[in-house]
Structure formats: C-alpha cells, structure tokens
C-alpha cells in the first residue's frame, strides 16, 4: 500500500513581502495542475471565500496603518460590506449566487445604479467605487505558491488572473457637481451668526459654542476634528511667536501642524476660563469641546461644575454640534436654518479661502486632503 500524499507546502506572498494569510489547498493536490485547474477551482469555493474574508481584513488593516484613522478604516468598511450585501442577492444564469471573485463590471454598473437610485450624491456614490476599486486592487496582488505555481484568490476557471471589474476603462464614474448639496453660507450670514454667538459668549454654553462655531468657519476641519480637539494639540507656533497652531496624525500617522487662527485660540482660551477649566491646569488629553449639563440650573459665568462628569474626559457629539449649529443660526435669524449641516461651514471656509486666495494647494492642505 502507497503512502498517503502529504499536503502541498504553502508559500506565502503579500503585498510589499509581508505575510499576508495561510491556507490549504485540498483541491490543488496533483501534478496535473494545468488541465485539472478548472474541476479544482470548482472544488475550492471554500478556501477561495476563506482567503477573500481574510484578504479584506488584512486590506482594512493597511487601509488604516497608512492613514492613521480609524475613521478610514470605517468608511471603506462599510463600503465593501454594502458591495457584499449587494452581490449576494445576484444570481448567474444557472442559479448560483455570484461570488466576490466572480464578479464583472456588469454587476458593478448594476451596484452603482442601484446607489444612485437610492439617494446618494455622485460623490458619495464615487467614494463607494474606489474603495471597493481598492479591495479588489488588494486581492489581485495577493499571492500563494504550490508546488512552485503561483495561485490568486482572483483567477478564473482557465486559471488566469482576473481584473479589477471596478478598475475598468467600462465603468465610468458619476460626475459629481463642486459643492453638490452644500448650503454655503454667504459673508452677511456668516457674520450675523458670529455676532450672535459673540452676544452670549459671556455665558458658559454660550462661550462653548461661540468658540466651537469659530473653529468649524475659520479652520474648515472636519466635524470629528472639532469636536475631538484635545489641549495638548494646540501649542505656540516656534516660527512665529505670538501665534499658535494646532497638531494632527496625517498620512501614515505623521505628524503635521496647521497655522490655528488667534481669534479661534483666544476665543477658546475664553470658554475654558468660563468654564471654570483654566488653561494653566488642563492636561493634554483633555478634550476641549465638552457636554454642559444644565437641568434644573441657570447658565450662568459661575455655574457649579459639579454636574459634568469628569470634565475634559469627553467631548461633545457631531449631533450635538449640529444642533447647536441649527440653534444659533435660527437664533441669528439667518433663513432656512435646518438647511446647513455642520459639514457646510467647512464648505464654506473652502468657498471663501479659494475667493480670497485663489491657491488650490495651499486649500488642499488646509482641509487635510492628500490630493
């Protein structure tokens, strides 16, 4: 009796040489690969799926380490998760559902209209390609060798490489208009509502929100930003003393530092002092931007802090600051507040910078874009 043939050794190659997954191969077992590919492959889904599932995860790892914000990983997480939902309810002729690896740019075209009839802005419906673009970018680089035979999880039954159906000159992106659903506040606008926020900034709440406002207009970052701004961000400018600039992880977590506007870093030194958290005793993990608990008491300079827990150990929401938004711009009489979201006020310092300045670099690095 012969002995049992051992298992084939698995190579493993990942992007730029690092590991990337393991797996076994029941189905590739005999020397006869070439004419035998198409019945494996057909006998292999398991492993196939196994290496998408694991290939996904070490792409949203990479996504994230390159970027350095768990909000990216986020974002092409939940757009590859919808391209999954999407697929799953499509069927090949025969009755079988499609596969990641199996898909074509039809099925692409089909997902792209399907996002467009649901609602979402060209842009967004963009956003969506290109990051699944990116997924299957990803798993076409990733490789196995058996027995000497370079096998992707992305081939098709003749055992050759598939493209990237996302990639393909036949899919062609929505054109997305500048500023698609933007309510871009006018100069009148934005001054009627710094001068209301002004008119209350003697008060704690008020102080909050008139330096939280000033923030979004004059720096343009995105809402996360803001209202995660920690103490220990903001520090003198050693260039240019008197002025002050504020520290963030960019591409590949590094770190970078935008020019922070004196009015926005004395109007914020102004609401902690209100506030009752004096800049001298602020550790640096301290958030800035926090809840006020008010039930019951009168907003007053002096008001007992004793109702936040643990001040500066949590900020205050993207939801709460978009209702304070809406609030003040009603308050300020500016027409058809619940129109404005808060991502608008860094349309608007995007739509003011480029009229004042003209320097679509000098904006791109302003609002932390990479391109």
Known sequence: MSEPRQEPEVEIIGEEGEPSYAMELPALRTPGFAELFGPAYAGSEEWIRSAWIVGRDAWLRMKEGKSGSRHTRRSYEQASAQWITFLADLRHEDGRPVRLWEATTEHV???QEHLAAS???ASTVNQRLAACSSWYTFMERERILVRGIEVSAFMDRAGRFRANPFAAGNVQRQRAEQYGHARILTPE???????HLQERSHLRTGARNYALLLAYLLTGYRNAEVVSLRWGAIRPNRNQPGAWVVEWRGKGNKRQSDPLPNRVY??????LKTSGRHPDTMEPDDYIFIPHVTHGVSNLVHQDDADDDEPGARHISSTQAQAILR???KRAGVERPDEVRIHDLRHTFAHQYRRRNGDLEGLRSRLHHES
């Open 109 to 111: 075209r089909l997902w």
């Open 119 to 121: 609602g979402l802005a």
């Open 189 to 195: 606008e934005s001054q009627r509502l710094i001068n």
């Open 266 to 271: 004395y109007a914020i030194v102004h609401y």
């Open 327 to 329: 609030t003040a711009l």
